[in-house]
C-alpha cells in the first residue's frame, strides 16, 4: 500500500517531471510545451526554486499536482 509522504523533495519533483516529459512528449515541433501534469509540477518547483526551498509539504500540494507526484513515486 502506498503511504503519502509528509515533504516532497525538489529532486522528486524533477525526476517526475522528467517523467511526465518521457511520457508525455509534445507532438508539436515549433512549440515546446509541457503535458498538464508536467506544468503542475513545473509551478511548484519553481516556486521552490524562486523561494530557495529544497521540499514542500505533500498536504499544501493541488490535487493534479498530488495525482501527478503519486502516479511517480509509487
Known amino acids: 500500500m502506498y503511504q503519502q509522504p509528509l515533504a516532497v523533495t525538489i529532486a522528486q519533483i524533477e525526476g517526475a517531471i522528467n517523467h511526465w516529459r518521457e511520457r508525455r512528449p509534445t507532438t508539436d515541433a515549433e512549440h515546446s510545451m509541457l ?3 508536467a506544468r503542475a509540477l513545473a509551478d511548484v518547483y519553481g516556486l521552490l526554486i524562486f523561494s530557495g526551498a529544497t521540499s514542500v509539504e505533500y498536504s499544501t500540494l493541488n490535487g493534479v499536482q498530488r495525482d501527478a ?3 511517480v513515486l509509487r
Open 69 to 71: 507526484l503519486t502516479a
Open 35 to 37: 503535458c498538464a501534469e
